[in-house]
C-alpha cells in the first residue's frame, strides 16, 4: 500500500487549473454556472480532456458523456487509483462545486 509520502502534486498547478476552469461560467459574485448539457459544460469538458490528454491520459467517453481519463501506471500488478465527481456546477454554485475532486484526481 503506497505511503502519503508517495503521492506529490504540484499545488500551483492544480490552483492554476482550478483558476482557469473557474473562468468558464464564472459569475459576478465569484462562485460559477456551469450547468449540466450547456456549451460552458461543453468547454469545461473540452478543457478538461485537453488536460487529461496533455498528462498522457487515454480519454473514453460514454454514450452518456461521462469522461474516462486514465494514466497507466509503473505496474500492472498494483491495484489502480480511481476519482471521480462533475465539471458541471449547480445555478449558483462555487468556483470548486465538483470540479476540485475532478482536477485533484488528475493532480495525483
Excluded: Y
Excluded at 39 to 56: H, I, T
Excluded at 66 to 82: E, H, T, Y
Excluded at 89 to 102: A, K
Amino acid at each position: 500500500m503506497a505511503s502519503e509520502k508517495n503521492l506529490q502534486i504540484d499545488g500551483k498547478r492544480l490552483w492554476d487549473s482550478l483558476m482557469e476552469m473557474a473562468k468558464i461560467g464564472a459569475t459576478e459574485k465569484g462562485g460559477c454556472c456551469r450547468l449540466a448539457l450547456t456549451d460552458l459544460d461543453r468547454q469545461s469538458r473540452d478543457l478538461f480532456v485537453q488536460w487529461c490528454e496533455d498528462a498522457g491520459c487515454s480519454i473514453k467517453i460514454d454514450k452518456m458523456g461521462n469522461i474516462f481519463a486514465r494514466r497507466p501506471g509503473k505496474s500492472n500488478d498494483l491495484a489502480p487509483v480511481m476519482c471521480g465527481s462533475h465539471l458541471d456546477t449547480q445555478p449558483t454554485g462555487g468556483r470548486f462545486d465538483g470540479v476540485f475532486g475532478v482536477l485533484a484526481g488528475l493532480e495525483v
